[in-house]
């Protein structure tokens, strides 16, 4: 079987794009591209334009997929317009065109029995975690989510997206909405009140790292999605490494477009920004 | 696919014939797999795989990719499984999905070049061997054997004696040097029977805000539209020294009129490498758009157009 068998290139129409607190939300009318993406799958677009200078495809977290609708199938994105491509994919008006290949990457695993579930979330990287969220629900699991940020206004919470949500924790540092602090100041008290079974998390490596070690130290369960720059998206540029055991134990530099983005916690290798660690395969005598 | 029947797109790298002349470029089509999912691999001139080692190579540690104007920098390292792994499952994958393959090669003394060489002897399915001595995401700048007219003889001489005259040697040369036409008379005196231009340009960038660089390997090799230039010029320069030697051009190509640039200046066929970061079907884009372009301009086959622009 090929790699991302599933995936489609397609020019995909804007549906809409609305603000909605420090981001934008997006949909696009995507077809059949939509029939095959899963809570923690991710989309790649081209930025800028045919004459732009910005060469390499941004990724975006799914925040939902549909297939049925007056559109057909649709997929929607959450962007934070923190650089030239996001921005530029920002500012795009309902009926423009981008080229989007989707969907990529592994998945959140969800499991056969309704079990405890944790969802941790880091600024716009709760996107993902919403439609997780209404997946476990259906299959009749107990939803808590967490989500933190720096300040309130970069915590990306919608309305309808709780409605799959038990309790819905929110963190800031500066305290401008719910608990001052981080997500893993609260996520200990969760844990233990509603005997949570399974972590699932998204956000900055370093919110990872944190939940990865609440969640050995509570002996749970914990998928993430990890992030790390990615020129292609597609699994052929090796950029996007991270240093992961594979299944008998050794430690790879993998892809987090294609081994990921959705990985178990306990398989990274924390903290090896900038460092091949060791006893990693291959590693420069 | 009549159209291509009726235009001779034909090219030619020592004694072996590719039907088109868009090849994909080392280090940019992973395993091959990664792209049959786009297209059909039998659709390219041929899949130049990423640049094999000895033994394992874990590559460098991230951030390995700065985007920068119309390019990138990448620090991977030559990332991958060794030769034997290579042979047992990436080759094999690759031929029984219709790929012509050229292998690429990557050593860090001219006994490792050797010994990567008896590891593809006999393999005749092949339908080349490249020779990276240019890639510049080493530790020890000092063995970039392309940017010493010495080291590179000595390696091309070590590949050739090791490999018969079964298929034939591209080396693959640095733009990062005085004098490229020097570099490419050694490796051609020495055996090589087509020349690969350019591999990356050695860049950096500093991150700023952090005050250090951006990479984790500090430098990084430069690829993209931003150096095609380079790459005309370095095609330019050495088929006019050595008209009767084929070029696989590459550097920055992203559709049919960078392609036929490089066709013009000499090239016998093109590689796309970054592009396919932008966009997976680049290469068949680039595939049509220069057989277009080629018509368009009234040829009739590719060898016809090979180095016009030199007057």
Same mark, same amino acid.
């Given at each position: 079987?090929?790699?991302?068998?599933?995936?489609?290139?397609?020019?995909?129409?804007?549906?809409?794009?609305?603000?909605?607190?420090?981001?934008?939300?997006?949909?696009?009318?995507?077809?059949?591209?939509?029939?095959?993406?899963?809570?923690?799958?991710?989309?790649?677009?081209?930025?800028?334009?045919?004459?732009?200078?910005?060469?390499?495809r941004?990724?975006?977290?799914?925040?939902r997929?549909?297939n049925?609708?007056?559109?057909?199938?649709?997929?929607?994105?959450?962007?934070?317009?923190?650089?030239?491509?996001?921005?530029?994919?920002?500012?795009?008006?309902?009926?423009?065109?981008?080229d989007?290949?989707?969907?990529?990457?592994?998945?959140?695993?969800?499991?056969?029995?309704?079990?405890?579930?944790?969802?941790?979330?880091g600024?716009?990287?709760?996107?993902?975690?919403?439609?997780?969220?209404?997946?476990?629900?259906?299959?009749? *699991?107990?939803?808590?989510?967490?989500?933190?940020?720096?300040?309130?206004?970069?915590?990306?919470?919608?309305?309808?997206?709780?409605?799959?949500?038990?309790?819905?924790?929110?963190?800031?540092?500066?305290?401008?909405?719910?608990?001052?602090?981080?997500?893993?100041?609260?996520?200990?008290?969760?844990?233990?009140?509603?005997?949570?079974?399974?972590?699932?998390? *998204?956000?900055?490596m370093?919110?990872?790292?944190?939940?990865?070690?609440?969640?050995?130290?509570?002996?749970?369960?914990?998928?993430?999605?990890?992030?790390?720059?990615?020129?292609?998206?597609?699994?052929?540029?090796?950029?996007?490494?991270?240093?992961?055991r594979?299944?008998?134990?050794?430690?790879?530099?993998?892809?987090?477009?294609?081994?990921?983005?959705?990985?178990?916690?306990?398989?990274?290798?924390?903290?090896?920004?900038?460092?091949?660690?060791?006893g990693?395969?291959?590693?420069?005598? | 696919?009549?159209?291509?029947?009726?235009?001779?797109?034909?090219?030619?790298?020592?004694?072996?014939?590719?039907?088109?002349?868009?090849?994909?470029?080392?280090?940019?089509?992973?395993?091959?797999?990664?792209?049959?999912?786009?297209?059909?691999?039998?659709e390219?001139?041929?899949?130049?795989?990423k640049?094999?080692?000895?033994k394992?190579?874990?590559?460098?540690?991230?951030?390995?990719? $700065?985007? #920068?104007?119309?390019?990138?920098?990448?620090?991977?390292?030559?990332?991958?499984?060794?030769?034997?792994?290579?042979?047992?499952?990436?080759?094999?994958?690759?031929?029984?999905?219709?790929?012509?393959? +050229?292998?690429?090669?990557?050593?860090? #003394?001219?006994?490792?070049?050797?010994?990567?060489?008896?590891?593809?002897?006999?393999?005749?399915?092949?339908?080349?061997?490249?020779?990276?001595?240019?890639?510049?995401?080493? =530790?020890?700048?000092?063995?970039?054997?392309?940017?010493?007219?010495?080291?590179?003889?000595?390696?091309?001489?070590?590949?050739?004696?090791?490999?018969?005259?079964?298929?034939?040697?591209?080396?693959?040369?640095?733009?990062?040097?005085?004098?490229?036409?020097?570099?490419?008379?050694?490796?051609v005196?020495?055996?090589?029977?087509?020349? $690969?231009?350019?591999?990356?340009?050695?860049?950096?960038?500093?991150?700023?805000?952090?005050?250090?660089?951006?990479?984790?390997?500090? #430098?990084?090799?430069?690829?993209?539209?931003?150096?095609?230039?380079?790459?005309v010029?370095? +095609?330019?320069?050495?088929?006019?020294a050595?008209?009767?030697?084929? &070029?696989?051009?590459?550097?920055?190509?992203?559709?049919?009129?960078?392609?036929? =640039?490089? &066709?013009? $200046?000499?090239?016998?066929?093109?590689?796309?490498?970054?592009?396919?970061?932008?966009?997976p079907? $680049?290469?068949?884009?680039?595939?049509? =758009?220069?057989? =277009?372009?080629?018509?368009?301009?009234?040829?009739?086959?590719?060898?016809?157009?090979?180095?016009?622009?030199?007057?």
């Amino acid at each position: 079987m090929n790699i991302n068998s599933r995936a489609i290139q397609d020019s995909v129409e804007v549906l809409s794009n609305k603000k909605v607190g420090a981001y934008n939300h997006m949909v696009f009318a995507v077809g059949d591209m939509a029939s095959h993406a899963k809570p923690g799958n991710f989309v790649a677009i081209s930025v800028g334009g045919p004459s732009s200078s910005l060469i390499l495809r941004r990724a975006f977290a799914i925040y939902r997929s549909s297939n049925r609708g007056a559109y057909g199938g649709t997929i929607e994105l959450v962007v934070a317009a923190h650089g030239t491509g996001s921005k530029w994919l920002s500012e795009r008006s309902v009926h423009e065109r981008v080229d989007m290949v989707g969907p990529l990457g592994t998945a959140f695993g969800i499991p056969t029995e309704p079990v405890n579930a944790l969802l941790v979330g880091g600024g716009y990287g709760s996107a993902p975690l919403f439609g997780l969220a209404e997946v476990l629900k259906a299959r009749g *699991c107990r939803v808590d989510m967490v989500l933190g940020a720096s300040v309130a206004g970069k915590i990306y919470a919608p309305l309808e997206g709780k409605r799959s949500v038990n309790v819905m924790t929110l963190t800031t540092e500066d305290g401008s909405a719910g608990v001052k602090g981080r997500v893993t100041d609260v996520m200990p008290q969760i844990i233990e009140r509603n005997q949570v079974e399974i972590i699932y998390s *998204c956000g900055p490596m370093a919110m990872l790292e944190a939940v990865n070690q609440v969640a050995e130290g509570a002996n749970v369960l914990h998928q993430c999605a990890v992030e790390e720059s990615m020129a292609c998206g597609i699994g052929v540029c090796m950029t996007c490494v991270v240093p992961m055991r594979d299944s008998a134990g050794v430690i790879k530099m993998q892809r987090s477009c294609i081994e990921g983005p959705v990985v178990d916690g306990s398989q990274v290798v924390w903290g090896s920004e900038r460092k091949i660690a060791q006893g990693t395969w291959g590693a420069p005598q | 696919m009549s159209e291509f029947q009726a235009f001779d797109f034909r090219t030619k790298f020592g004694s072996r014939y590719f039907p088109s002349p868009i090849f994909t470029a080392s280090g940019c089509a992973g395993s091959g797999k990664e792209l049959s999912q786009f297209f059909d691999l039998d659709e390219l001139g041929a899949v130049v795989t990423k640049s094999i080692s000895v033994k394992p190579r874990s590559g460098r540690p991230t951030p390995r990719m $700065a985007e #920068t104007p119309s390019g990138m920098l990448n620090s991977i390292g030559l990332q991958g499984p060794g030769i034997d792994q290579f042979l047992e499952i990436d080759i094999p994958w690759l031929q029984s999905n219709g790929a012509r393959v +050229i292998v690429s090669i990557s050593g860090e #003394t001219v006994e490792e070049y050797a010994s990567l060489a008896r590891k593809l002897r006999g393999i005749n399915s092949l339908h080349g061997i490249e020779v990276n001595i240019s890639c510049p995401n080493v =530790e020890n700048r000092g063995l970039v054997f392309a940017c010493d007219p010495v080291a590179s003889r000595a390696v091309i001489e070590a590949v050739r004696r090791n490999i018969s005259g079964d298929y034939p040697i591209i080396a693959k040369l640095s733009p990062d040097v005085t004098d490229i036409v020097s570099i490419a008379n050694e490796v051609v005196a020495a055996g090589a029977d087509g020349l $690969a231009l350019i591999n990356t340009v050695l860049g950096m960038v500093i991150d700023v805000d952090a005050k250090r660089p951006k990479l984790a390997g500090i #430098t990084g090799g430069l690829s993209g539209p931003a150096i095609r230039p380079i790459a005309v010029r370095a +095609i330019y320069q050495v088929h006019k020294a050595l008209p009767q030697i084929p &070029i696989l051009g590459m550097g920055g190509v992203t559709n049919g009129r960078d392609a036929l =640039e490089m &066709i013009f $200046a000499g090239a016998s066929g093109v590689s796309v490498g970054t592009a396919t970061f932008g966009n997976p079907s $680049a290469v068949i884009k680039v595939k049509r =758009e220069l057989l =277009e372009g080629l018509r368009s301009r009234g040829f009739n086959s590719l060898s016809e157009a090979i180095g016009v622009a030199h007057v």
